[in-house]
Nanobody, 123 residues
Framework: QVQLVESGGGLVQAGGSLRLSCAAS????????MGWFRQAPGKERQFVAA????????YYLDSVKGRFTISRDNAKNTVYLQMNSLKPEDTAVYYC????????????????WGQGTRVTVSS
């Protein structure tokens, strides 16, 4: 049974930082590209960042480039999202996903999802 468990969300002031983690089990982690998406209230789930199975390729939403960094540790079956210089518009539930299809930029590519972790950025 595949499980993706996110952690690290919380309440932070604008300009602050958070580090999200997503621990995977039940799959061959190193053969999956991993991604982070977010969903704000009343909005569709939105791509944030993705990383290839080796970590050699990363992709970002334009509005988070230079502020967020996605990384992975295949020995720990974990993917991370370091979020710096947070803004109120980053407030959302953040989900990690696993895919063996494509680069992971699109929602439909994903095979598995976690339950999400909430990030709230106050102004």
């Amino acid at each position: 049974q595949v499980q993706l468990v996110e952690s690290g969300g919380g309440l932070v002031q604008a300009g602050g930082s958070l580090r999200l983690s997503c621990a995977a089990s039940g799959l061959t982690f190193s053969s999956y590209s991993m991604g982070w998406f977010r969903q704000a209230p009343g909005k569709e789930r939105q791509f944030v960042a993705a990383i290839s199975w080796s970590g050699g390729n990363t992709y970002y939403l334009d509005s988070v480039k230079g502020r967020f960094t996605i990384s992975r540790d295949n020995a720990k079956n974990t993917v991370y999202l370091q979020m710096n210089s947070l803004k109120p518009e980053d407030t959302a539930v953040y989900y990690c996903g696993a895919t063996q299809r494509g680069n992971g930029l699109w929602l439909y590519e994903y095979d598995y999802w976690g339950q999400g972790t909430r990030v709230t950025v106050s102004s």
